[in-house]
């Protein structure tokens, strides 16, 4: 798959205005061209994700992970969460010095840990310890996973082509979602006993493991070219220490990244409360199913309108996040002044074993609340790895970035997960999640009125300038030695 180079002036990965000359390599053509094409790179790694994470969403997205008891589910969140955001904060590096395809290979295979916890459980009722234990284990692999994954779908588009990978990949990723979603239904639908069968963990097990397969078969990140020609950087594998160290110049030369940590913060906070505070506690199995179905729909749906919104060619960079933002912060309050007006007829003491069916009154209008919640969760992730797409183009600087924002999230999460398993009231939940949300678009503005450009040149990419000792160099040293090396550009 030869295409055309794109416009190196909307969409080059090292632009500096016409002050340096950018090298350019010669794309593969034919099948090898398809297989090194960036949109089949994203392509695989949203099936890497579709077949583990996705999945893993989809059963969480039943209530409970499809149990009757939310309480062990909750407890496995939150250890899940707690182990996630240490594994994050640290997973950059490790991402940097073992390479994005083994660092995704080991992450991907705590999933297919996590769902045989659940069918182990479904089997041993008191095999609750274990799938405690599987959610700490996935959360240390989740944090690689997910670091990984951020790095090469940040760093494989041009400028101009972010919010169209992003949304690629998690239209593809949320496939899990909806997949898994029509088997539990499909497999539930006529069950009377609120819970999932052995059936419903056994085919997510085994699709999850054809997932952790697929990292064996994707391309080396150093030989891959965008569409422009402009080469991905070549990763480095310097020190352990260097590789930290990298972490903390990530921080000290783009402090701005602090100001969306209130966002990455929120960023997993609400879904205790769409699937254990609303879809697991009010609705019974059919119904949850369905409405699981719906709002992983709802994702690929969301992730793409909010792709179209960033990638707007007429506008600028700078006005795309704007409007990406102003169009998020309406979502929020639509969103929450809606599902208010149903939080506030139930309490965890009103509950009762008679759940609400696809045939109850007034179930139309809750199924379309979900579908409302699951366009604002992918809107909200796309447009939160967008804005880090737009600080850098260095897959080591992202891979940190992503790093961080995985930790900070899961901390929110592991707190909310953990609220939840000790019966905070409902309300209580979903107003904090209605503030954070607010709070992390309020402290986001600033960030982005400051820190986004309309380009990214090799001045912001400080990480891109170190070298394997952890020295520094200049802006001007690296487009001198670019600039000098580029009459000897190999062919890929």
């Known amino acids: 798959m030869a295409d055309n180079v794109d416009n190196k002036h909307d969409g080059g990965s090292s632009n500096d205005s016409g002050s340096q000359q950018i090298e350019i390599f010669e794309r593969p053509t034919g099948l090898k061209g398809l297989y090194y094409h960036p949109v089949t790179q994203v392509t695989m790694l949203g099936f890497v994700c579709f077949m583990c994470p996705g999945l893993f969403n989809a059963l969480n997205g039943l209530g409970a992970g499809g149990q009757v008891d939310s309480t062990t589910s909750a407890n496995s969140n939150a250890a899940l969460y707690a182990t996630f955001a240490v594994a994050a904060f640290f997973a950059g590096s490790i991402n940097n ?6 660092t995704l290979l080991l992450g991907s295979t705590g999933y297919a840990l996590y769902i045989g916890s659940y069918l182990a459980m479904n089997i041993h009722p008191k095999a609750g310890g274990f799938v405690i234990a599987a959610g700490a284990i996935l959360g240390i692999c989740a944090g690689l996973l ?3 994954q951020g790095s090469l779908m940040l760093s494989y588009p041009t400028e101009i082509q972010k919010g169209r990978f992003i949304s690629i990949f998690w239209s593809i990723f949320n496939m899990g979602g909806v997949m898994g ?4 239904l499909g497999l539930n639908f006529k069950s009377n006993a609120n819970s999932v069968g052995n059936g419903t963990y056994i085919a997510f097990l085994v699709l999850t493991l054809i997932g952790v397969t697929i990292p064996l078969f994707m391309v080396d990140p150093h030989k891959m070219i965008r569409t422009d020609g402009t080469k991905v950087t070549s ?13 903390w110049v990530a921080l000290r030369t783009d402090p701005m990244i602090v ?10 906070w609400f879904y205790t409360w769409q699937f254990n505070n609303y879809n697991g506690a009010i609705f019974d199995i059919q119904a949850r199913s369905l409405n699981n179905l719906v709002y992983w729909l709802a994702q690929i749906v969301g992730s793409l309108i909010m792709g179209l919104v960033l990638d707007q060619k007429k506008f600028s960079r700078r006005k795309r996040a704007f409007s990406g933002w102003g169009l998020l912060f309406a979502m929020v309050w639509a969103v929450h002044i809606w599902a208010y007006f149903y939080q506030r007829d139930y309490t965890r003491e009103s509950l009762t074993a008679q759940k609400l069916s696809i045939h109850s009154h007034g179930y139309a209008a809750k199924i379309w609340l979900y579908i409302f919640c699951g366009l604002l969760d992918a809107m909200w992730q796309i447009t939160a790895y967008w804005i880090m797409g737009a600080m850098s183009n260095d897959p080591a600087k992202l ?3 992503a790093g961080l924002y995985k930790s900070i999230q899961s901390a929110g999460a592991a707190g909310i997960w953990r609220a939840d398993a000790v019966k905070i009231p409902f309300m209580n939940i979903f107003v904090s999640t209605w503030v954070l949300l607010v709070a992390g678009l309020v402290f986001a503005l600033p960030m982005i009125y400051i820190r986004v450009k309309d380009t990214t040149d090799i001045s912001d990419e400080t990480l891109a300038r170190m070298d394997d000792t952890g020295k520094i160099h ?7 030695e670019k600039a000098a090396d580029t009459p000897k550009a190999e062919k890929a």
């Open 235 to 247: 990763p480095r594998h310097p020190s352990w220490k260097v590789e930290i160290y990298g972490l």
């Open 474 to 480: 200049s802006a001007e040293e690296v487009k001198g």
């Open 181 to 184: 979603a029509a088997v539990s």
């Open 146 to 148: 997910w670091t990984a």
């Open 399 to 401: 891979a940190h970035f």
């Open 259 to 268: 100001m969306l940590f209130p966002m990455f913060f929120a960023s997993n």
């Open 97 to 102: 010095r073992l390479g994005s395809r083994l």
